[in-house]
């Protein structure tokens, strides 16, 4: 029963979000998937959780409508401004090739990183295979551990900020190229290198949602900002992606080994685990973060210095500045009885600002990335697509964490928003200097 209620909630805060937006992909439509999905697999009991508080159903629905809330507001105020709700096309297509440029010298840049680590591994191990295969738990731990061989730090995240990029490259051409692929080829071997499937995970995240928010709603005639060529593009952009990805996800599955002996199991999930080892782990991972954030509250909700979780990766940088106090590189252990260190986002944005930033954080949240949203679907400027991609993926992953702990999304969305204000100054300056078309002659 209670696996129903929350699909019947998913799917009218998801149609909600179909109706503000005109269009299926959007953020209040994801939060309430992935969220919808997170609560059904709980209400599954196919591991036995420790049940969640009143107290924390009350702030899981609560913020679940401060995100309808903010998006509902900010598209009633985009509908009253004059031309301010509609998507505009342009007369001429933008340049891609400045764009493709931009892509590779990313891949690149993080291809340099990645070598960094190989080469350590090979100068450790003597050969990579058995460095990147045989002994994926031992680098699975030295990450944890913070202790990555060859890593170069920072340098790597730009591989994420290529992915975005590249999603809105194959938007505006509508066709896949190497250099479309290569970012997300980049990242699955990162994930590969470093045995971890959370940046496969966001990799992909950014390249769908910059393909589908740059994706036109509708055919016109005429010229448009952002048509595709071929409707096969977005097929082969799915699959082509989509194949590299998977093999990265797979490799770190097989290689890593997960545990499948797991507490409070039901007998069921034990079984479908023999013929799918991977089933039980993916389940806990989508499953268990709620009830860790139940489990949080119950253990007295301990709060951290505002904006702990937030302002990660700024505190960490003035931390190694000799200002202020750093954060922890993961996040204190909850009982599920699974052991959890993530607790959705409430969890840290609860940690951050008390009860009031479970109130204001979903809102902010979802006022700021639907505002992103309809800017990036009116204007077509790179820089603010890349914005709105980074946006969705806190929404995406709402349901875990608050993304915004990790560095590599700071630096990832820096990036890529720096590259993109360049490459929208370039294809402005393009436009302002191609010659004007001839106007026709009278007719005599």
């Known amino acids: 029963m209670l696996a129903l209620t929350f699909v019947v909630v998913t799917i009218l805060t998801a149609g909600a979000g179909r109706w503000l937006f005109g269009r299926w992909f959007n953020h209040l439509t994801l939060y309430s998937l992935t969220w919808g999905a997170a609560l059904f697999f709980y209400g599954l009991d196919l591991i036995h959780y420790y049940p969640?508080?009143?107290?924390?159903w009350g702030y899981i629905l609560l913020s679940w409508a401060q995100i309808l809330v903010g998006a509902a507001v900010v598209v009633a105020v985009a509908r009253r401004a004059p031309d301010r709700g509609r998507e505009a096309p342009t007369d001429s297509a933008p340049a891609t090739g400045a764009l493709a440029t931009a892509i590779l010298i990313l891949c690149a840049l993080s291809a340099v990183a990645l070598a960094s680590q190989w080469v350590a591994l090979f100068a450790r191990y003597g050969n990579l295979f058995t460095a990147l295969i045989q002994l994926a738990n031992e680098r699975y731990r030295e990450r944890i551990a913070g202790q990555v061989a060859g890593d170069i730090p920072y340098i790597g995240?730009?591989?994420?900020?290529?992915?975005a990029l590249a999603g809105v490259y194959v938007a505006r051409t509508g066709r896949v190229t190497w250099t479309a692929i290569s970012p997300l080829v980049i990242v699955a071997l990162q994930g590969i290198t470093l045995a971890g499937r959370m940046g496969i995970a966001m990799g992909t995240t950014l390249f769908v949602s910059a393909l589908l928010i740059a994706a036109p709603r509708r055919r016109a005639a005429g010229p448009r900002f952002w048509r595709?060529?071929?409707?096969?593009?977005?097929?082969?952009?799915?699959?082509?992606g989509g194949g590299a990805v998977l093999a990265g996800f797979l490799a770190v599955t097989l290689t890593r080994g997960l545990d499948i002996d797991l507490p409070g199991v039901d007998p069921a999930l034990e079984r479908l685990a023999t013929r799918l080892p991977v089933a039980a782990s993916?389940?806990?991972n989508v499953s268990a973060p709620p009830v860790a954030f139940s489990e949080y509250l119950k253990a007295g909700a301990p709060r951290r210095a505002w904006g702990s979780y937030t302002f990660a990766p700024v505190r960490r940088a003035l931390r190694r500045?000799?200002?202020g106090e750093g954060v922890p590189r993961y996040e204190e252990v909850y009982w599920t009885p699974l052991h959890s260190n993530v607790g959705t986002y409430l969890k840290n944005a609860y940690a951050d600002f008390g009860p009031a930033g479970v109130v204001l954080f979903p809102l902010l949240l979802s006022a700021v990335t639907a505002g992103l949203y309809l800017r990036t679907r009116r204007t077509g400027r790179t820089?603010?697509?890349v914005l709105t991609t980074h946006a969705f993926l806190v929404v995406i992953f709402s349901f875990n964490y608050n993304i915004m702990v990790l560095g590599t999304w700071l630096l990832s969305l820096v990036a890529g928003w720096i590259t993109g204000n360049i490459l929208d100054h370039h294809e402005g300056a393009v436009a302002t200097a191609a010659p004007a078309e001839p106007a026709e002659a009278p007719a005599s």
Do not use: E, Q
């Open 282 to 284: 993916l389940y806990s």
């Open 228 to 240: 595709p060529r071929t409707r096969a593009g977005w097929g082969l952009a799915m699959v082509g």
């Open 383 to 385: 820089g603010t697509a």
């Open 157 to 163: 995240a730009v591989a994420f900020s290529a992915c």
């Open 321 to 323: 500045l000799g200002m």
């Open 52 to 56: 969640i508080t009143p107290t924390a």
